[in-house]
């Protein structure tokens, strides 16, 4: 049952037996005037409570109290349902004071903490508020106690001073102003006392003692001093000590410090603490892991390089050689293939058509050893460049590129190497012919020998 509770037909025994109850205490009409709708004139007899509840079941009970409480818990509907019961006026009266306090109870228990507050005396401490206004504890400690109870464990209590310390005068000392006499005396005073604690003229002879009265009294004495007190005054005297100088040559031999350098406040692109970073990375000579490697990767390539195109060098002068057998036609063919290496070049008519100096027999042959050869190079490319930045990587090399680059290299400078060899050539034929003609040979043997 929810709402109301409504007296229908089907609910007869319900409201037999709430009818049962309130004639306990208030009498309804039926008993009072003795009859039962104006038909009987027998009056019933009583139940007592006890013979009631001994003589009705557990179900009759549970529905009684059920019906009680829909009208006790009852709004309109069920105000409107007493009056039509037929009850006497005081036991709607009673009824209706029962739901009105029943429904004053539940407000009071929802809005418990509203009364609390507003029931409070003025009198109450903060602790007696706190307490009373307090939501009811769930079993869960809410965010803002924990934060709370985090914030006061994370510091200990500040230490209050047993004595209360006196309070410090912040304003300042008034100055004694002394005028100039008093100055001078309490400054005699000190002298004197300094001199009689040091006692300087111990030591010092007559003439030193003088002088050195001679000065104090120059120091001490109140006159005039020849030093300008005005702005002009000292604008004037420090022009003339500067022109003093310069006259004397100070100005001359004065150290100058270096510029400053604002190259990197103009670039835009280099922030001042990695500026001032790489600054002490050079002075210290510190470099970086990549840079290191670079350089030795770079080593490594000219080292091939440099292999590789000696032994082409020698290779290609062997067959120049092998075609001709005077140096003059040496030459010449070896300038007709240099010619022939640069394809945009005019050719000479003078000079015989050959196609570009290959051998790819020799080629083949070294073909393992320079395959080794790059593929060392190339990991150690690759360790480097998992480490330098992209704008410093270095590709990997190939052998077909390097054999390319190579003949663009050597075959042009072909005809000066092969005149450079043929003058060494014949500067150690003419210094064997030289030897042997004065016998410088056998001489140096017998020497080597020591006869």
């Known amino acids: 049952m929810q709402g109301t509770f409504k007296l229908s037909p089907n609910s007869l025994t319900g409201a037999r037996h709430l009818g049962n109850r309130c004639t306990s205490i208030f009498p309804c009409r039926r008993h009072l005037h003795g009859h039962d709708g104006g038909q009987s004139s027998t009056p019933t007899p009583k139940r007592s409570n006890s013979e009631s509840k001994e003589k009705d079941g557990a179900m009759s009970r549970r529905l009684e109290d059920m019906a009680e409480q829909a009208v006790l818990s009852g709004g309109k509907s069920a105000i409107k349902n007493l009056e039509q019961a037929g009850f006497s006026d005081t036991l709607k009266k009673q009824l209706e004071e029962r739901i009105t306090s029943s429904r004053n109870d539940a407000f009071n228990n929802e809005n418990q903490r509203a009364f609390s507050i507003a029931n409070m005396p003025s009198a109450a401490g903060r602790g007696t508020q706190d307490i009373a206004t307090a939501s009811p504890w769930t079993g869960k400690e809410s965010l803002h106690d924990v934060s709370l109870r985090m914030l006061d464990d994370a510091s200990k209590p500040m230490k209050v001073p047993s004595r209360i310390p006196n309070p410090v005068n912040l304003q300042p000392a008034p100055k004694i102003r002394q005028s100039p006499g008093e100055r001078i005396r309490s400054a005699k005073e000190s002298s004197q006392t300094y001199k009689a604690k040091e006692d300087p003229k111990s030591g010092l002879s007559s003439h030193e003692r003088e002088e050195y009265a001679r000065e104090l009294r120059e120091r001490f004495t109140p006159v005039a001093r020849p030093m300008p007190m005005s702005p002009q005054g000292l604008t004037n005297l420090a022009n003339e000590r500067i022109e003093a100088a310069i006259t004397r040559g100070e100005f001359q031999k004065i150290k100058r410090g270096k510029g400053i350098n604002t190259e990197h406040v103009d670039n835009q692109f280099v922030d001042t603490t990695e500026f001032l970073m790489n600054r002490i990375l050079k002075n210290q000579d510190v470099t970086p892991p990549w840079i290191e490697k670079q350089q030795g990767l770079t080593s490594n390539i000219k080292k091939f390089r ?146």
Request: hydrophobic fraction near 35%.
């Open 306 to 451: 440099d292999n590789m195109w000696g032994i082409w060098l020698r290779h290609a002068l062997f067959l120049i050689r092998k075609q001709a057998k005077t140096p003059e036609e040496q030459l010449r063919i070896a300038r007709a293939y240099a010619a022939a290496e640069d394809s945009n070049g005019i050719r000479d008519s003078s000079l015989p058509n050959v196609p570009r100096l290959r051998d790819p027999f020799f080629e083949e042959t070294h073909r393992k050893t320079l395959t080794a050869s790059i593929t060392a190079v190339n990991s150690a490319a690759r360790e480097y460049n998992l480490m330098a930045p992209p704008s410093t990587q270095r590709p990997y090399l190939d052998l077909k590129r390097e054999w390319d680059r190579c003949y663009a290299s050597v075959n042009p400078n072909l005809a000066d190497e092969l005149a450079k060899r043929q003058k060494e050539d014949k500067e150690a034929s003419r210094k064997e012919t030289e030897q042997t003609s004065t016998g410088g040979t056998s001489k140096g043997f017998w020497g080597f020998l020591g006869l």
